[in-house]
């Protein structure tokens, strides 16, 4: 880790908890200011550094972080609008990550903020699509394999989901889907500066970022605006609380031994509160962990090779790190692809040749292998959704 990670990763810890003395002469401001971007931290820093930005980039910096003021302003005032537009027919829902993992930070509008995400019943998207369409929004193809609904006006996205992204396939997924059974029945009132919406309860919250996390994690990876999210919320709980809400489910189903890493991880780097349930681990593992979120930045954009690496990692959908090798993976990967487009695997890699020869995809390098790996042998230590080893 250089020596502008180690100040963006202070800047991090003293605006969410305490206050760290930074070596303001050391920074390299083009540097720190792209690093923040990329993990879409920089509000958070800016307010650390304010008064001592050099005069020559004051400007520069003043004018990105009013954008992002502006821009979550403008966000959390569609929260508002989406729960007075659903209330017109009674249609319960619950808000997903963003502002509600903003309630969480000291001052939640420093968090950065993209769509609004909501969940509801299926049995309500057909009255929802037909009073967001009366304000304005066009809905255009279902993504993420039918999970939600996408919904368009002008600079606005709004996601309707139907079900939780990161849901386990196999055993697991049964008791996910029991927890999650009645997440938006027991959401809870927030007051954002433009009116009451609907975030989820306590375990509900931490239950969904630990998914989302996981999702991203086995995918393009995750970054340090994911880690924040997780810090802010598990340092939140005392010890006795953390433990009677999340442990004895979260081995259930498998996700206890990451959120422990999670939390870990925030307390070396982040210098969260200790939290003696989180337990102990291999520093190697937390050294590997932050190498990864740092290399990578915000949903791996740092890095578009990392999506050629998810098919030696996991089975895409099903958010787990395999126990195989990276090379024998590569194979179950075309075998999974070419059942889900009911066509053969001969089928699958001869499509992917084409596109190769025709410039729309690239060979993967020893690099990538490489890399993949090394991403592989960190994942595993999380045991995401294996119950016997998540403890």
């Known amino acids: 880790m250089d020596k502008q990670h180690q100040i963006l990763l202070s800047l991090l810890a003293s605006s969410l908890f305490e ?36 005069s020559e980039k004051k400007e520069e910096w003043e004018n990105r972080f009013r954008y992002y003021i502006s821009v979550n302003t403008n966000v959390t005032y569609e929260h508002s609008e989406l729960n007075d537009t659903l209330a017109k027919r009674n249609i319960p829902y619950v808000i997903l990550k963003g502002v509600a993992s903003a309630s969480y930070y000291p001052n939640p509008a420093l968090r950065v903020l993209g769509d609004v995400d909501f969940l509801l019943a299926e049995k309500d998207m057909d ?4 009073l967001l369409t009366e304000i304005g929004f066009t ?23 139907r079900s939780i992204n990161g ?41 969904v ?21 997780w810090a802010v919320f598990a340092s939140s709980l005392s010890n006795d609380e953390f ?6 489910k979260l081995q259930r189903c498998g996700l206890w031994r990451f959120a422990q890493i999670l939390t870990l991880v925030s307390m070396r780097y982040l210098h969260i509160p200790k939290r003696e349930w989180a337990g102990t681990v291999d520093e190697s593992v937390l050294v590997g962990l932050m190498e990864d979120i740092l290399s990578g930045g915000n949903f791996g954009f740092k890095d578009n090779d990392r999506y050629n690496q998810i098919k030696y990692i996991s089975d895409r959908g099903d958010h787990t790190v395999t126990k195989r090798a990276p090379v024998i993976q590569v194979f179950h990967t075309i075998r999974a692809k070419a059942k889900a487009q009911n066509t053969s695997s001969i089928r699958v890699v001869s499509d992917y040749l084409k596109m190769v020869k025709s410039g729309q995809r690239k060979l993967d390098s020893a690099h990538t292998l490489a890399n993949a790996k090394k991403r592989k042998a960190i994942y595993a230590e999380f045991h995401l959704f294996d119950k016997e080893n998540s403890q």
């Open 209 to 229: 970022l630990l998914l989302h996390t996981a999702s991203h994690l086995t995918s393009e990876g995750i970054g340090l605006r994911h880690l924040c999210d």
């Open 243 to 248: 433990r009677a809400i999340f442990e004895d």
């Open 139 to 161: 809905a255009k193809d279902e993504e993420i394999q039918g999970k939600h609904l996408g919904f368009h006006r002008r600079n606005s996205v709004w996601e309707m989901h």
């Open 167 to 207: 849901v386990p396939e196999g055993e697991a997924q049964a008791i996910v889907d029991e927890y999650l059974s009645d997440i938006i029945e027991t959401a809870v009132d927030y007051q954002t500066e433009n009116g009451t919406i609907k975030i989820p309860d306590t375990f509900h919250h931490g239950l």
């Open 127 to 130: 009255s929802a699509t037909e």
């Open 19 to 54: 206050r760290q003395e930074i070596l303001i002469t050391d920074i390299d401001w083009y540097k720190l200011y792209q690093e923040a971007m990329s993990q879409a931290v920089f509000p958070l820093i800016f307010t650390e550094l304010d008064l001592t930005i050099p």
